[in-house]
């Protein structure tokens, strides 16, 4: 494995896990009334991963189910990672 790939694949490993703490404090919010704290994690991770979530939701629109809205740029950035980041650790 070389480093390059290495530093990639942490690299992608980090900004999943941010998916993953947008993922629980985005359904924590809906569940309930949220902390200030919870407010300005949520900002900060909404900073950091909207730059990447955006584009892919300009062209991938969100899916109208009744009254409920499904982000799907969401899932397919989160796979996206998944995949570029088993590429990456396997280089």
Partial sequence: ?????????LALTLFMLLLIARLIID???VLGDTPPALRKA???V????EPVIA???RVLKPIRLGGVQIDLAFTV???AVLVLRAIAFSL
């Avoid at 494995?1 to 694949?9: V, W």
């Avoid at 909404?46 to 991963?49: G, I, N, P, Q, V």
Wanted: net charge positive; glycine share 12%.
């Fill in 55 to 57: 584009p892919v939701r």
């Fill in 27 to 29: 359904w924590i919010g």
């Fill in 46 to 49: 909404h900073r950091l991963t």
């Fill in 42 to 44: 949520r900002d900060v």
């Fill in 77 to 79: 950035v989160f796979i």
């Fill in 1 to 9: 494995m070389s480093l390059l790939g290495s530093l990639i694949g």
